[in-house]
């Protein structure tokens, strides 16, 4: 009789502990273009998770950095929202292609052109635990 | 018997001199701790002030300043950029060759602006052709298509770069 209250609390006190789960913040970033309102540019970002993840099968950001001969290294920024939009921006500035180059799985990306609607006015690279 | 008395001292000699060894040893040892753990306490050390026939601090700050300087302005004039070499600028002043793979390229680009869609295909086209045109027409090729791109002019069907 002992042995199965024992048994039972048990049971009990494993199941109460399982039930409780601490995962810290989490924020949901699928990808979005838009126009910025502060400038009238172009824009977009979003969470290389959320992207991955998301419901459609067309949503993607990122960057791609290229070296052609002769020339400063590139980097190209693009993103496609769920509705199909598209945004792309270039940019030869070295900071701008560092940052585009330190994007991860777990980055928040954030693109902004600039008035001459193809290089990058912005690039960000947020690395926070909410994208993970 | 004896030299088995003799062993058990000896022995005893040994731990007793350790014993102090690690006495002595473990003060300072606790101090250093305590030193590492409590940065607060290096605060309440007393600044070390020169007096008694050594330099005074203002002397010191003095010595140190153009010291600074010094190292400075020649740290400055080492890193201070350096004009580009006379064959370098003039290739940057003198417009590029042309070349044949920019007028097709910009001819597809138009085409498919006109067509509406960028497909795979015209990424991979585009990429090569990138490869062989020269910086100049390369950024005027990548202007034309991502300024058509973000104004919804041709649809970037590539899932990825459109080029």
């Known amino acids: 009789m002992r042995n199965t209250l024992f048994k039972a609390t048990l049971v009990g006190a494993v199941l109460a502990i399982s039930g409780v789960t601490y995962a810290g913040l989490n924020s949901i970033n699928p990808v979005e273009i838009f126009t910025e309102s502060s400038t009238g540019t172009l824009a977009a970002h979003g969470s290389m998770r959320d992207a991955r993840n998301s419901p459609d099968s067309s949503s993607y950001i990122g960057c791609w950095e290229s070296a052609f001969s002769g020339s400063p290294t590139m980097a190209l920024c693009v993103a496609l929202d769920a509705q199909g939009n598209f945004f792309a921006c270039q940019s030869t500035e070295p900071q701008q292609v560092e940052v585009a180059a330190s994007l991860n799985s777990a980055s928040f990306a954030s693109f902004v052109v600039a008035q001459d609607g193809v290089t990058c006015a912005r690039v960000e690279a947020l690395q926070y635990s909410a994208d993970l | ?163």
């Open chain 2, 1 to 163: 018997m004896i030299s088995r008395y003799a062993i058990v001292c000896v022995a005893l000699g040994v731990a007793l001199g350790a014993a102090a060894t690690w006495r002595f040893a473990r003060p300072a040892e606790a101090t250093a701790v305590a030193l590492r753990e409590r940065p607060g306490d290096r605060a309440a050390v007393p600044p070390i002030v020169i007096e008694r026939g050594g330099a005074r601090a203002e002397d010191i700050r003095s010595y140190v300043g153009e010291e600074v300087r010094a190292a400075l302005s020649e740290r400055a004039a080492a890193t201070a950029p350096t004009e580009a070499p006379p064959a370098q600028a003039e290739a940057e002043v003198q417009p590029l060759a042309p070349t044949m793979a920019f007028a097709p390229a910009k001819d597809h680009i138009t085409q498919r602006i006109a067509q509406g869609t960028w497909t795979t295909a015209d990424r991979d086209y585009l990429h090569g052709a990138l490869g062989a045109v020269n910086r100049t027409e390369r950024m005027e090729l990548i202007r034309e298509l991502l300024i058509a791109a973000n104004t919804r002019k041709i649809r970037v069907l590539t899932g990825g770069p459109p080029f």
